[in-house]
């Protein structure tokens, strides 16, 4: 299944959809890692329900050509349903390489896509949070013999971790027992 030219990628310079990714930091066109100061847009969701594990988490790159992971990946099995993480529109469905991608674009300037998905949906499609877009397909995937689902999110050309999106990463701060800050 080929991606036509009516599904051609909506992104700047008409270059495919970059899979993404970013922990707390995220790469900037220079490539160079720095602290992401957005905190994390409320609405968002796992993709895969119920909760996946993790099976690799995001990997910032040293520069913007060096290799990491640009992603998370998320255990699967063939044929679960995904879901859209958050509200937005399709702006792509096709194929990468060798895997079924599909990208949708959110109102807050957040770029998720999703590989392998067999999709559901079309370009230009709007969809709810929690939406099923398609199901994760089997086969050859870059977690093999495992299946899993690479999420990956941009915001603009900087990787963004997905997990930061719903996964509260505030330092726990410990308060004292009493008003006083003493024991009791």
Do not use: K, N
């Not at 310079?13 to 957005?38: E, H, I, K, Q, Y």
């Not at 719903?166 to 701060?173: G, H, K, N």
């Amino acid at each position: 299944m080929a991606a036509s030219p009516a599904a051609a990628p909506a992104f700047a310079g008409d270059r495919l959809p970059a899979v993404a990714g970013g922990g707390t930091m995220r790469t900037g066109t220079t490539g160079v890692p720095r602290a992401s100061p957005t905190p994390a847009p409320r609405g968002w969701q796992w993709p895969l329900q119920p909760r996946p594990a993790v099976l690799r988490p995001f990997d910032a790159p040293e520069q913007q050509w060096s290799a990491g992971h640009r992603g998370v990946d998320l255990a699967g099995g063939p044929g679960s349903a995904v879901r859209s993480p958050a509200a937005g529109t399709v702006v792509f469905v096709g194929v990468v390489v060798d895997r079924p991608v599909l990208a949708i674009a959110h109102a807050d300037g957040l770029r998720t896509s999703v590989e392998p998905v067999t999709a559901t949906v079309h370009r230009g499609d709007r969809v709810a949070a929690g939406q099923v877009v398609g199901q994760l397909a089997g086969g050859r995937s870059h977690c093999s013999p495992a299946t899993c689902l690479h999420w990956g999110v941009r915001l603009g050309e900087d990787y963004v971790d997905p997990l930061s999106l719903i996964l509260d990463r505030r330092p726990s701060i410990l308060l004292p027992l009493s008003p006083s800050g003493g024991l009791p």
